[in-house]
């Protein structure tokens, strides 16, 4: 997951491969509390690793739940049969609303019966998105539910600690036209008191998102409860209901996150398509309906039970106008395809965006605008035409997962313009890997991937700055340097000399080399440290001599160029490797400051060191890397030169953050 301010994706030119989804957020936290609430033990496999899951999960220990992980990558829930071992708490629930809404209703009931109280707040935004109607509905049943802000919104209290007696003779009724999450909280909660008589739910309103009830009603019949309904106004949970464990359960691939690489699929050039494994075509999800709307804009969609693939069809797209009541999430990704079609483009029928993570209809709208389309809102609709001209837009995405990765596909744009992503770590939500795994099945020409070069001689703190300035913009890094002293200590495992040019570049040519959490392995044994010490380093050099090394390390070095960028570090970054760089930074500092901090570095380790011979030695490297007939050490004509002499880390950090930032098509952000 990408943890950095922004993330910019450069021009994006074509996709194909094969996608694995994480599970779905609605199935996942759905299946964690009947599992809690059920008889016996369940085993929760592929389930979805996520922000708003691990709410669910600390949520549930806290009440008293075990949870263990299996061998085989499940979590076991041990159920708490509909019982309190923990009868008084605190729950934190972040902004997921598929945590708070269904909790509200189980706990409300639970300190009723047991004479419990808990208290269940959250982010800021989620005491901003309306809970009113499952509250009054609650109310109804005589539940103790106290707002302890803002009536209508969480914070809430549940409960008094005393025992309460609940009215279940009459209808409980909730409106079902602001989020269908109020009627899943209800019929998930209220077979916890249906033992002795059947209870009713009715309906007021229209019922937007039936999609997820029927996700709901499927996994309550998995664990035992049948519940009866007549359309969708009226639902029975019958008489003698009890939770019980189906033993192991899969949670499916998220269709919802599938929507992103459907469209990807619609969208981008590709010889063989893009495949999604892990839902398809008999998913219980609502939102696989997705794959009927980008049928209609014109995709090539073929699938199987737990397969789906995709191909552009009709391009441009086809612009539609459709009513998104069964698909409020997935509909989202509609607007951004909308931005590729040939017309005007109305998605009707979605208020219910209005009181999600964010304001979703003025967020799409806001974000549209800025890549140059023209947009039309209303309460309940939205009305796309294509940019004319497409801009390079900075997207603000409200900490709202889906904002980012619907906009994450606005890089296809014809105009070949950029797209920065803003707080890109929201998509931790659902999809904490998706920017990885887009990244995994996109393709753009080398020349269009952003390259930052840092040259500049031994002990300059290039390594240092370019891991940093790698790690602040989502980039990969080479360390060209990590490559030669490989190369010397492979050659010094081999037993080949070091003055042996061709057997060097067969080395060099074949190197077992991988980088892994930080560390560097050679053949798989870790070098990390090996790779770092002085006499390493020396001998380096003087692999580095040779052009026939030189040139087999050189394909290796530019593969390290993929999405979506890449800070280079080394001596000839920005004159050899890569002479096309966006960016190149010369950096240096004089061998005297030079070999002070490699001696502070040496003494910080516990290693013996003497400041004169480390002068000396850097004083020789020096030389030699500037002096050698290949690939001399010097500034690339159009680098920057940054003497950090008297800068510490943050400051060299900060000053070239600054060069970088004029450089891109954002540098008015």
């Known amino acids: 997951m990408y943890s950095i301010p922004f993330l910019d994706i450069p021009p994006l030119a074509g996709a194909g491969g094969t996608v694995r989804?994480?599970?779905?957020?609605?199935?996942?936290?759905?299946?964690?509390?009947?599992?809690?609430?059920?008889?016996?033990?369940?085993?929760?496999?592929?389930?979805?690793?996520?922000?708003?899951?691990?709410?669910?999960?600390?949520?549930?220990?806290?009440?008293?739940?075990?949870?263990?992980?299996?061998?085989?990558?499940?979590?076991?829930?041990?159920?708490?049969?509909?019982?309190?071992?923990?009868?008084?708490?605190?729950?934190?629930?972040?902004?997921?609303?598929?945590?708070?809404?269904?909790?509200?209703?189980?706990?409300?009931?639970?300190?009723?019966?047991?004479?419990?109280?808990?208290?269940?707040?959250?982010?800021?935004?989620?005491?901003?998105?309306?809970?009113?109607?499952?509250?009054?509905?609650?109310?109804?049943?005589?539940?103790?539910?106290?707002?302890?802000?803002?009536?209508?919104?969480?914070?809430?209290?549940?409960?008094?600690?005393?025992?309460?007696?609940?009215?279940?003779?009459?209808?409980?009724?909730?409106?079902?036209?602001?989020?269908?999450?109020?009627?899943?909280?209800?019929?998930?909660?209220?077979?916890?008191?249906?033992?002795?008589?059947?209870?009713?739910?009715?309906?007021?309103?229209?019922?937007?998102?039936?999609?997820?009830?029927?996700?709901?009603?499927?996994?309550?019949?998995?664990?035992?409860?049948?519940?009866?309904?007549?359309?969708?106004?009226?639902?029975?949970?019958?008489?003698?209901?009890?939770?019980?464990?189906?033993?192991?359960?899969?949670?499916?691939?998220?269709?919802?996150?599938?929507?992103?690489?459907?469209?990807?699929?619609?969208?981008?050039?590709?010889?063989?398509?893009?495949?999604?494994?892990?839902?398809?075509?008999?998913?219980?999800?609502?939102?696989?309906?997705?794959?009927?709307?980008?049928?209609?804009?014109?995709?090539?969609?073929?699938?199987?039970?737990?397969?789906?693939?995709?191909?552009?069809?009709?391009?441009?797209?086809?612009?539609?106008?459709?009513?998104?009541?069964?698909?409020?999430?997935?509909?989202?990704?509609?607007?951004?395809?909308?931005?590729?079609?040939?017309?005007t483009t109305t998605l009707r029928n979605i208020a219910s965006w209005r009181v999600k993570e964010t304001d979703r209809i003025a967020a799409m709208a806001n974000e549209c605008r800025k890549l140059g389309a023209t947009v039309e809102e209303g309460a309940d609709f939205i009305r796309i035409t294509p940019p004319t001209t497409w801009q390079a837009a900075s997207i603000h995405t409200y900490d709202d997962h889906r904002v980012a990765m619907c906009f994450s596909l606005a890089a296809f744009n014809p105009a070949g313009v950029p797209v920065r992503i803003e707080d890109p770590k929201c998509v931790g939500k659902t999809f904490p890997d998706y920017f990885e795994t887009l990244f995994e099945v996109c393709s753009t020409p080398a020349q269009t991937i952003p390259v930052i070069c840092i040259d500049g001689p031994t002990a300059s703190g290039k390594g240092t700055l370019a891991s940093q300035l790698a790690q602040r913009l989502g980039y990969h890094l080479l360390d060209s340097g990590a490559l030669y002293r490989a190369t010397a200590l492979a050659a010094q495992d081999a037993g080949v000399s070091l003055d042996d040019e061709p057997a060097l570049a067969r080395l060099a040519a074949q190197l077992p080399l991988a980088f892994r959490d930080h560390k560097v392995f050679l053949g798989g044994r870790d070098i990390t440290d090996p790779l770092r010490l002085e006499s390493t380093g020396g001998m380096a050099s003087r692999v580095s001599q040779h052009l026939a090394v030189r040139t087999a390390l050189h394909a290796l070095q530019q593969s390290f160029r993929r999405l979506p960028g890449l800070v280079a570090d080394g001596r000839d970054m920005g004159t050899v490797i890569f002479p096309d760089a966006a960016l190149k930074v010369f950096l240096t500092a004089t061998a005297e400051q030079r070999a002070q901090r490699r001696h502070k570095q040496l003494i910080s380790k516990g290693i013996a060191a003497n400041i004169d011979p480390l002068l000396a030695d850097l004083r020789e490297r020096d030389l030699r890397d500037s002096s050698r007939t290949h690939a001399p050490l010097k500034p690339a004509e159009d680098a920057l030169k940054l003497d950090n002499s008297e800068l510490d880390i943050e400051q060299s950090v900060h000053v070239v953050m600054n060069w970088w930032q004029g450089k891109t098509a954002f540098s008015g952000n």
């Open 21 to 343: 989804l994480p599970g779905s957020k609605s199935i996942s936290n759905r299946v964690l509390l009947l599992a809690a609430l059920s008889q016996g033990h369940t085993d929760v496999a592929d389930l979805l690793d996520s922000d708003d899951t691990q709410v669910m999960l600390d949520a549930l220990r806290q009440l008293g739940c075990r949870i263990e992980s299996q061998p085989d990558g499940a979590l076991r829930v041990h159920g708490l049969d509909g019982q309190l071992p923990v009868r008084q708490a605190r729950l934190f629930l972040g902004n997921a609303g598929t945590a708070m809404r269904p909790l509200t209703a189980a706990l409300a009931l639970l300190a009723a019966t047991h004479g419990a109280a808990f208290e269940l707040s959250g982010v800021p935004r989620m005491h901003e998105r309306p809970i009113g109607d499952l509250v009054d509905a609650l109310r109804q049943l005589g539940c103790a539910v106290d707002c302890l802000g803002q009536e209508g919104y969480p914070p809430l209290r549940l409960g008094t600690g005393s025992t309460l007696a609940l009215q279940l003779a009459q209808p409980i009724r909730v409106r079902g036209d602001v989020s269908s999450q109020f009627l899943t909280a209800l019929l998930l909660a209220l077979p916890l008191v249906a033992q002795q008589q059947a209870i009713v739910i009715e309906v007021v309103g229209e019922l937007i998102s039936r999609p997820y009830i029927e996700i709901t009603l499927n996994l309550l019949a998995r664990f035992g409860v049948e519940v009866q309904r007549d359309g969708w106004q009226r639902f029975s949970i019958p008489a003698g209901s009890r939770y019980r464990s189906p033993g192991r359960i899969p949670v499916e691939g998220d269709a919802s996150s599938a929507s992103y690489f459907i469209a990807l699929g619609a969208i981008a050039p590709s010889t063989q398509g893009i495949t999604i494994e892990g839902v398809g075509l008999a998913s219980i999800q609502g939102d696989i309906r997705f794959v009927e709307a980008a049928r209609l804009m014109g995709a090539e969609i073929t699938g199987e039970a737990n397969r789906l693939h995709i191909r552009r069809g009709a391009w441009p797209l086809k612009a539609i106008e459709l009513d998104c009541n069964h698909i409020p999430d997935a509909a989202m990704t509609l607007a951004v395809m909308a931005l590729y079609a040939d017309g």
